[in-house]
C-alpha cells in the first residue's frame, strides 16, 4: 500500500474560471478526492468507515497556490500522512503539473477522527491508524514509519 497516493487528473474546462485559469476552489476538491482515494486504496472506503460508525472530518484546510493550472493540463495530485494523533492526523498535498514537473499547490489538511452518532473527538481505532503510514516532513520519497498514534 503507497504511504505517498498520487491521484492523476486531467484538468476539465468547467475547472476552469473567468481568468482562464483553474478556480481555487477545484484545488480543494483535487485534494479532498485524493485524500479519499488514499483511504480507500489502504482499505477504508467511506463505507467502511459508516460500518464502523467513525471516521474522518475536516479541522483545517490551508492551500498554498504557487502556479496556475490550466484546461487539459495533466495534473498529479499527491498526498501523504505527516503526523498522526490520537484524534487526529495531518495530510500534506503537491498539486504537481506533469509536462515540467512544476508544482502548482502545497497544502494540509488537520483531520479529526469522529463518532458519527455524538460529533464527538473519538480515539483512531487501531485497524485504521494500522492501515496507513506516517510519512515525516522530509522523508516523503524515503523511510517511512508506522501510523501509531501518538
Known amino acids: 500500500m503507497p504511504a505517498v497516493f498520487e491521484l492523476a487528473h486531467r484538468v476539465r474546462p468547467e475547472e476552469i474560471d473567468a481568468l482562464g485559469h483553474a478556480n481555487n476552489i477545484v484545488y480543494l476538491q483535487w485534494i479532498v478526492r485524493a ?4 483511504s480507500a486504496a489502504q482499505g477504508w472506503p467511506a463505507q467502511a468507515y459508516r460500518d464502523l460508525g467513525s471516521g474522518w472530518v475536516v479541522r483545517r484546510h490551508e492551500i498554498r497556490y504557487l502556479k496556475s493550472a490550466l484546461v487539459d493540463d495533466e495534473l498529479v495530485i499527491r ?10 492526523c495531518l495530510r ?6 506533469q509536462s515540467d514537473r512544476a508544482m502548482l ?3 494540509e489538511t488537520e483531520w479529526a477522527y469522529v463518532d ?4 464527538n473527538l473519538t480515539r483512531i481505532p ?8 506516517v510519512v515525516p516532513d522530509g522523508e516523503k520519497d524515503s523511510e517511512a514509519k508506522s501510523a501509531e498514534p501518538a
Open 35 to 38: 485524500a479519499v482515494d488514499h
Open 79 to 88: 498526498t501523504w500522512l505527516a503526523q498522526a494523533r490520537k484524534f487526529s
Open 92 to 97: 500534506r498535498y503537491q498539486v504537481i503539473r
Open 105 to 107: 499547490a502545497a497544502a
Open 116 to 119: 458519527f452518532n455524538t460529533g
Open 126 to 133: 487501531d485497524e485504521v491508524a494500522q492501515a496507513f503510514t
